[in-house]
Nanobody, 113 residues
C-alpha cells in the first residue's frame, strides 16, 4: 500500500492550491479515504473524507465551504481543492485509507503573507 501526495506550495492568504494523492496496492474503489494535516508543533488532524463511491464527503468545520475533496477511482487519485487559504491551514497534508496503516510522505502547504 502506498500513497504519494503532491501539489503543496507557498501561497498568500486568500490563495488556492490543489493537492493530489495517488494510491496503489489495494482496491482503490472500496475504502473511505481521508485527508489529514499536521501543523508544526501540533497533532495530526482530520481535514476531509470521501467514501468509496465519491458521493459522501465530510469536512472539518475549519475547512467547510473552502475545501472540496474528490476522487477518481479509475485513475486511483484523490484531489483536495483548497480555496481562500488561511495561515492556520499551514501544515503537511497527508492522505490515508480507512483500514490501512500506511501514510504517505505528505506535501507541505504554507500560507503566509
Amino acid at each position: 500500500v502506498q500513497f504519494v501526495e503532491s501539489g503543496g506550495g507557498s501561497v498568500e492568504p486568500g490563495g488556492s492550491l490543489r493537492l493530489s494523492c495517488t494510491a496503489s496496492g489495494f482496491d482503490f474503489r472500496i475504502p473511505t479515504i481521508k485527508w489529514y494535516r499536521q501543523a508544526p508543533g501540533k497533532e495530526r488532524e482530520f481535514v476531509a473524507r470521501i467514501d468509496g463511491t465519491g458521493r459522501r464527503r465530510d469536512y472539518a468545520d475549519s475547512v467547510k465551504g473552502r475545501f472540496t475533496m474528490s476522487r477518481d477511482n479509475a485513475k486511483k487519485t484523490l484531489s483536495l481543492q483548497m480555496n481562500n487559504l488561511k495561515p492556520e491551514d499551514t501544515g503537511v497534508y497527508y492522505c490515508k485509507a480507512d483500514g490501512y496503516a500506511t501514510w504517505g510522505q505528505g506535501t507541505q502547504v504554507t500560507v503566509d503573507s
